[in-house]
């Protein structure tokens, strides 16, 4: 999974995925199977002095190849159930990893940051008027196709009459004279100049005007007859922002949706690297996103296109584990389609034994209440391959949920892979089982979100269903699982997701909840923050004894 894959692009120096391409897939695959076991024995030293019990001679380990089976036949029970899927959908991605992340993956590494965040002029054609819109990306700017407006919310178009009273901070500004349009009930909280109200109206009256492009060489219109014009959405409101939605179809949910939905160009203006492509402007065009928000605004304000600037504080998703920003792309996925079975994983998860009996009906329950479709392919190397392959000629779709599936299907000039790795499993072509097609299928070239792995344990660990069915059946579900808190995003749902989805069953009848440590300032620690304690240090002081009596008494062990 991905973070063996980052502990051995660290060793090799690898920074891309074209380096580790160019050092090879195979050699780079051995690097991360040899990586595995790098903490092995300290890992076995740590337990035995700590007195940890579990059975450390009978490991099920996920790359080996009955486990990788295992978790095959699961995605091909979900296939045939019609709940896997082949989607294009905006998802979270890292640019330093090269890959997309599913919801709860995303959930694991929220932190607050203060960014900039723009109003935006928006200038009209033919209307001397312009609409302001804010926004807190402004690296998405570049890829605004369109702006969304409530059709019954009320709008105002003011006219500048004096400057503000007091100095203004930061870029941006407005001339006497200058008109401006947003929500009728946002006025007093974004603008800074004073104002006479010239007209109300309702936001139905804005749809179908057409307004200028910001960047008018970013992105090519097309055959789009709806490029930069107002539209109407439901998910406009006047909590925040102006009341009008800056929309770039290919970077955000709701903007793709609404996209689709009026025909707006959907075009990146972002490269897979997190770069700007060629061609956005001369300014931008090569640059990580993420840098460029100033330049941006120094080159609308420079236009006259800013209104004004704000610090805005907020929790936004970084990578788990490179602890990079996140970005929002529009790209295609395979996903588990969670939201089918959403009453159901409720149903479960009602029956499990929980302590604390909140972290389930709260925390837990909270987020199953909110499931989204699973994204659960990733554009890596290391990790379980998805079984799915795609006809070149029919566009058929066939999900192997074994290995004898896959050599009875593979076509004669096919090899035999050694393993269930890739670059062996790629080689694998497949005769289409389609009618009348005579195609050969080409794998995905995906590997799965190793939470996926994750959650096959109950089952995967007995290689089942190919032996082991008392093994299985006698500890399905488990009794009891003990994990940190932080897995109700991780292995506490992707268990239960793969057992409601599989076996429409609980993989487990009790959870247990850990709270985590915490350092003198109630933060978590972390190797990279550099506030971690050594238990060693502790263990050879006081005795392994005294500090499991402290860590059993002092609190809950919750808390």
């Not at 959403?342 to 329950?365: C, H, M, Q, S, Y």
């Not at 670059?423 to 979100?449: A, F, Q, T, W």
Request: with cysteine.
């Amino acid at each position: 999974g991905l973070p063996v894959e980052i502990e051995v692009q660290k060793q090799l120096n690898l920074m891309s995925n074209e380096e580790i391409e160019a050092y090879g897939m195979e050699a780079f695959n051995q690097k991360c199977k040899e990586s595995v076991w790098t903490y092995e024995q300290a890992w076995r030293e740590m337990s035995d002095r700590m007195a940890f019990w579990i059975d450390m001679e009978n490991p099920y380990v996920t790359f080996h190849d009955n486990y990788i089976e295992s978790t095959w036949w699961s995605l091909k029970q979900m296939f045939d159930k019609g709940l896997l899927f082949r989607g294009h959908k905006v998802l979270p991605y890292c640019p330093q990893t090269g890959t997309s992340y599913s919801s709860h993956e995303v959930a694991l590494g929220y932190k607050e940051e203060a960014e900039p965040s723009v109003f935006i002029k928006f200038n009209l054609v033919d209307d001397d008027a312009s609409v302001l819109a804010w926004t807190t990306t402004p690296w998405t700017l570049p890829g605004n196709v369109g702006l969304a407006v409530g059709p019954e919310v009320k709008y105002s178009r003011v006219r500048v009459t004096t400057a503000p009273s007091d100095s203004w901070e930061g870029r941006g500004g407005a001339a006497i004279g200058d008109e401006l349009i947003l929500a009728s009930d946002l006025l007093s909280s974004v603008l800074r100049h004073h104002v006479e109200v010239i007209e109300e109206f309702k936001g139905s009256k804005l749809v179908g005007k057409s307004y200028e492009s910001l960047f008018p060489n970013a992105i090519e219109a097309g055959d789009s007859e709806s490029a930069w014009t107002i539209v109407g959405a439901d998910f406009v409101t006047t909590t925040d922002g102006t009341g009008v939605v800056h929309t770039a179809v290919m970077y955000g949910e709701d903007d793709y949706n609404l996209g689709m939905e009026k025909g707006f160009p959907a075009q990146h203006t972002v490269g897979m690297d997190g770069n700007f492509i060629s061609g956005v402007h001369p300014e931008l065009d090569g640059k990580y996103v993420k840098g460029c928000d100033s330049v941006i605004i120094d080159l609308l304000a420079a236009d006259n296109l800013l209104y004004r600037e704000q610090i805005y504080t907020h929790d936004y998703p970084h990578c788990w584990r490179t602890d990079h920003p996140l970005l929002y792309y529009a790209m295609d996925s395979w996903f588990v389609k969670m939201t089918a079975v959403k009453e159901r994983i409720l149903e479960l998860n009602d029956k499990v034994e929980w302590a604390p009996e909140w972290v389930g009906t709260g925390r837990f329950g909270e987020w199953l209440r909110n499931i989204k479709d699973w994204a659960i392919s990733r554009e890596r190397y290391w990790g379980t391959p998805l079984p799915v392959w795609i006809c070149p000629d029919c566009n058929g779709e066939h999900c192997v949920g074994s290995i004898q599936e896959m050599l009875d299907m593979k076509t004669e000039d096919s090899p035999t892979p050694p393993e269930l790795h890739r670059p062996y499993v790629d080689e694998v072509k497949l005769h289409c089982p389609s009618n009348g097609c005579s195609g050969e299928m080409i794998r995905e070239p995906y590997v799965m979100d190793c939470w996926f792995d994750s959650g096959c344990a109950s089952f995967a660990q007995w290689h089942y269903p190919f032996e082991n069915d008392d093994n299985f059946t006698n500890s399905f579900p488990v009794d009891y699982i003990c994990e940190g808190v932080d897995q109700t995003r991780g292995w506490f749902y992707s268990q239960l997701a793969v057992s409601t989805t599989v076996f429409d069953e609980l993989a487990y009848k009790r959870c247990l909840s850990l709270g985590l440590l915490m350092d003198k300032e109630g933060k978590k620690m972390s190797k990279s923050r550099g506030n971690t304690i050594d238990p060693w240090d502790h263990f050879n002081r006081e005795g392994a004894d005294a500090v499991r009596w402290y860590m059993m008494t002092q609190s809950a062990p919750w808390n």
